[in-house]
């Protein structure tokens, strides 16, 4: 395997990369602050580093599985020259809405405000994990018939594998969330239930009879982002959903998520997904998606 190997499967229609694959041998393609119009899944075999996604920093070792979601900004600080492989799928090639009770890894690896990008594969986990990423390779190095089939049926069982090992992980006992389980968990449910209403840290501390000041910092320990940050991103992943699954015009999107003014919505969406909403429809979107450039699963 040569440094910084990579494979592509091409969207024929729209000459865009669909799909790859590709290995490297230390932190280069990750140095500089980006993001993608992909799904992202980076697996560190060797080396040590820190990710940075928006504000927020996670520490990983070797054999992690870093995953960022579509126009998620990051970038990798290595500790010391890192290897591994990255893959990259866009939306077209396999939506993870529409295939949410196959494969249940939105809000769990990807589209997630409240927990790590990371998951930390153990030994006996680490075999199965890199067999399927050698079957990928193989399929886009030789393309054969039902090329794009096979592709999906392993990137499906990829993610499948990769959310069972989190969610065998995250169903630990946190000691943060040990020690104010109540608050913690009422925060999460009160976003969920009024994020399209309340933008302000102020009433969800009021909700649950607690300072700013102290739920900000409850929520900077144990979810790595502000409060204003937390809420912030579960409305852009709303906002997402509905850019790529519905032809909903931007206005009529930014009223359902309280926004009375579409022009504020979308300042307020490039300042928190890099782009503005109309790049992000027609980049990964409903019109584009709709155009049927790949066989649908």
């Known amino acids: 395997m040569t440094a910084q190997e990579e494979y592509t499967l091409i969207d024929p229609q729209t000459n865009t990369v669909a799909f790859s694959l590709r290995y490297f041998d230390d932190g280069r393609p990750f140095r500089q602050s980006g993001s993608h119009n992909h799904y992202s899944l980076i697996f560190i075999t060797e080396g040590e580093g820190v990710l940075k996604t928006d504000t927020s920093e996670y520490p990983f070792a070797k054999d992690s599985l870093l995953s960022l979601s579509i126009y998620q900004p990051f970038h990798i600080h290595a500790r010391q020259d890192i290897k591994g492989s990255w893959i990259r799928f866009h939306p077209d090639f396999f939506c993870i809405h529409k295939h949410q009770k196959e494969v249940a890894c939105n809000g769990i690896l990807f589209n997630n405000p409240y927990d790590s990008p990371l998951v930390q594969l153990h030994t006996s986990e680490l075999a199965p994990f890199q067999n399927l990423i050698v079957s990928l390779k193989k399929e886009l190095q030789d393309p054969a018939l ?9 990137l499906k069982i990829l993610l499948i594998t990769a959310t069972r090992i989190k969610l ?8 943060v969330e040990e020690k104010q389980p109540f608050i913690l968990k009422t925060l999460k449910d009160s976003i969920e239930e009024h994020f399209k209403t309340q933008r302000s ?7 649950l009879n607690i300072s700013v000041k102290a739920l900000n910092r409850l929520s900077k320990s144990h979810f790595s982002k502000t409060l204003t940050e937390l809420i912030a991103d579960r409305i852009v992943i709303e906002a997402k959903r509905e850019l790529y699954l519905t032809d909903k015009p931007v206005k009529a999107i930014a009223y359902d998520l309280g926004f009375d003014d579409e022009y504020y919505f979308s300042r307020f969406f490039k300042n928190n997904a890099t782009v503005s909403p109309q790049t992000y429809r027609q980049t990964v979107g409903f019109g584009k998606s709709s155009a049927g450039s790949l066989p649908e699963v």
């Open 146 to 154: 039902a090329q794009y089939e096979l592709l999906i049926s392993y």
């Open 168 to 175: 065998n992980q995250t169903g630990a006992p946190d000691p």
């Open 201 to 207: 840290p102020g009433a969800y501390a009021s909700m």
